[in-house]
């Protein structure tokens, strides 16, 4: 895992799933609104987070507090580690559960695409994430 500690920043920062996007279609609002759960990749960990405190009503299904809008000054968010992280030039891999899942991903104007390598891990879906930095303040306990 010789990647771990590139100084590469293309991941830094914490991501948020786009909340209109489905398995697997493209959000349809740019991302404009994000998911109430999300991811960071950094330090050799992949991290999953979520916010706090949301009061956003305009989410998929009408549940309130399960979105907010990207554009949002600041957050308070839980996080929670999910694995060992591997991130490669075109790759990130990431150990979990004893089996190392490979996912490819590539960059759109207002998003990145993810997706899981054909041979997936047991907790790994087909299902592909729609991804976008959060680039306001962020607390966290």
Do not use: H
Not at 62 to 80: H, L
């Amino acid at each position: 895992m010789a990647d771990d500690n590139r100084s590469d920043t293309s991941w830094s920062g914490t991501w948020f799933t786009c909340e209109f996007a489905q398995r697997q279609r493209a959000p349809d609002d740019g991302c404009a609104m994000f998911d109430d759960e999300g991811f960071r990749f950094s330090d050799g960990r992949f991290t999953y987070v979520r916010i706090t405190e949301s009061d956003e009503t305009a989410c998929r299904g009408a549940k309130a507090g399960q979105c907010f809008r990207r554009d949002r000054p600041a957050i308070s968010i839980t996080t929670a580690d999910r694995g060992r992280l591997d991130l490669g030039a075109d790759r990130i891999k990431v150990r979990y559960l004893f089996c190392t899942q490979t996912f490819y991903f590539r960059d759109m104007p207002d998003y990145r695409e993810i997706w899981p390598d054909d041979k997936r891990c047991i907790w790994a879906s087909k299902r592909r994430f729609y991804i976008a930095r959060y680039e306001g303040d962020i607390t966290e306990p």
